[in-house]
């Protein structure tokens, strides 16, 4: 393979040029002499024969040819600079990529925003996000060798597991369902007689799908999924409060009032692997990210 005529430096050298408008300015933003500015210009041009700058007074333009070449060398020269932006983050330590296992009724708005500010400060490195059901084990959980997880064990079963919150689950229909001309408190034997819609969870008797009364339950792997169901009148069901909040604002659906307890909730953790080489600052600032969005850190 031939090597390239150009070089990466004589685009900058255009571009920076066409940034600046003169020959001088762009000297001083490269913290070179105007003389090496106009000596890379000048091999550029020669080498690719052909005219990339026309002056007019102080003032550099492109040419018509120029302006076709360098809209296509700036995407390059881009890449090239992400390129040695990401050498320099492998030299400090940075990961290039992290995995992170999340329960499914983690509330989503606390997890992007985390996720954005770790991107924000690592933006070369990419997470990836599995999204589990409630309740697997701590083998299933290793099958999966993340980073990071954020589950229901607690902190005894875990490895460096420490509480995040407790997801607030409340019993929740569409607003003109069945449930709703009911008399309040509702009981057992009422809701019986409509399908119980819930998130899976490998430790309840609902991920069988099992009857508790004259109807089956319905089962979903997704709180967003369980929450459409609901919201077309399938059944009633337990979703997370922070999921469900605007569709109770907005009257889509409401509130059961039962007999026995009206919130359920789900201890949630977050916890590390336990291979020490793969704890490192990266995987540290998606722990803190999550941890502030959790209102644990300031």
Not at 182 to 206: K, N, Q
Not at 261 to 270: E, G, I, K
Request: charged share 20%; hydrophobic share 45%; glycine share 6%.
């Amino acid at each position: 393979m031939p090597l390239p005529r150009t070089t990466l430096e004589q685009w900058v050298v255009l571009q920076t040029v066409i940034e600046q408008g003169s020959y001088a300015l762009a000297a001083r933003v490269l913290n070179r002499s105007q003389s090496s500015v106009s000596y890379a210009l000048s091999g550029l041009q020669e080498r690719l024969g052909l005219p990339l700058l026309e002056i007019h007074g102080r003032k550099a333009t492109l040419t018509e040819q120029g302006r076709a070449l360098l809209m296509q060398a700036t995407p390059l020269i881009s890449a090239f600079l992400q390129l040695e932006h990401r050498a320099a983050g492998l030299k400090g330590g940075t990961r290039t990529e992290l995995s992170l296992v999340v329960d499914s009724v983690f509330p989503k708005y606390r997890l992007f925003r985390a996720l954005k500010n770790f991107q924000q400060q690592f933006p070369d490195t990419r997470v990836h996000l599995t999204e589990i059901l409630r309740g697997e084990s701590l083998e299933q959980l290793n099958e999966r060798s993340a980073d990071l997880y954020i589950t229901t064990l607690a902190p005894e079963n875990a490895i460096q597991g420490r509480f995040l919150l407790d997801v607030d689950f409340v019993p929740v229909a569409k607003s003109d369902h069945p449930l709703m001309g009911l008399a309040v408190p509702l009981t057992a034997e009422d809701l019986a007689r409509f399908p119980l819609i819930s998130v899976a969870d490998r430790h309840s008797p609902h991920a069988e799908n099992v009857r508790s009364g004259p109807v089956a339950n319905w089962t979903f792997t997704t709180v967003g999924a369980a929450m459409e169901a609901i919201a077309v009148g399938v059944g009633y069901g337990w979703l997370p409060l922070e999921s469900v909040e605007k569709a109770l604002e907005s009257g889509l659906l409401r509130r059961l009032e039962l007999a026995a307890r009206t919130v359920r909730q789900t201890a949630l953790y977050m916890v590390m692997d336990n291979e020490s080489e793969r704890f490192d600052k990266t995987v540290s600032a998606l722990a803190q990210s999550i941890l502030k969005e959790c209102g644990l850190l300031p």
